[in-house]
T-cell receptor
């Protein structure tokens, strides 16, 4: 089984809809991250969490929110989706050493 | 401004050949440099992580070098295989109070038979 899983893998939605992307990990890591990737751009950090009670904004947090339900679960929400949030979204985990392990990604399309 | 620049942007080689990808950075203070492999539509996978004191690190047919004085790194792929076709991303971690990862745009490598 994959160490980091994301659901859904693909999602098409309409402008204004609320969307939740979920991430689960079995690596036992405390640290979890959400990134987005757009064509021609590097990965951009949206939010990160160093433990269940710790949530931090990344470079591009506007329009997004997160919830760390447990050590193994970190969800990303788009309260009111807009077309420029169409992107590939990745969840990642790491231990204190810093090496990050990524999930398979969620391809989100906002019409 | 902290930046990571990679070259070439894309590269096509024949199976069995070697290739070298370049990464220049201006990140300061420096913590470590990472190389990731990203297959199309999938998450990045870590290849190597090097700290300031490490000049070279290997992972199978992948060998990364780091020159912290000139702020340059390279990733050398030996005896390329079709499965090496992917994007290779250089990432530099900054140190200090404002730690962050600065991601390069990647080099897209195509290995043809």
């Amino acid at each position: 089984d994959a160490d980091v899983t994301q659901t859904p893998r693909n999602r098409i939605t309409k402008t204004g809809k609320r969307i939740m992307l979920e991430c689960s990990q079995t690596k036992g890591h405390d640290r979890m991250y959400w990134y987005r990737q757009d064509p021609g751009l590097g990965l951009q950090l949206i939010y990160y969490s160093f433990d269940v009670k710790d949530i931090n904004k990344g470079e591009i947090s506007d329009g997004y929110s997160v919830s760390r339900q447990a050590q193994a679960k970190f969800s990303l929400s788009l309260e009111s989706a807009i077309p420029n949030q169409t992107a590939l979204y990745f969840c990642a985990t790491s231990d204190l050493g810093g090496e990050q392990f990524f999930g398979p990604g969620t391809r989100l399309t906002v019409l | 401004k902290n930046q990571v620049e990679q070259s070439p942007q894309s590269l096509i080689i024949l199976e069995g050949k070697n290739c070298t990808l370049q990464c220049n950075y201006t990140v300061s203070p420096f913590s470590n440099l990472r190389w990731y492999k990203q297959d199309t539509g999938r998450g990045p996978v870590s290849l190597t992580i090097m700290t300031f004191s490490e000049n070279t690190k290997s992972n199978g047919r992948y060998t990364a070098t780091l020159d912290a004085d000139t702020k340059q790194s390279s990733l050398h792929i030996t005896a390329s295989q079709l499965s090496d076709s992917a994007s290779y991303i250089c990432v530099v971690a900054s140190a200090g109070n404002n730690r962050k990862l600065i991601w390069g745009l990647g080099t897209s490598l195509a290995v043809n038979p």
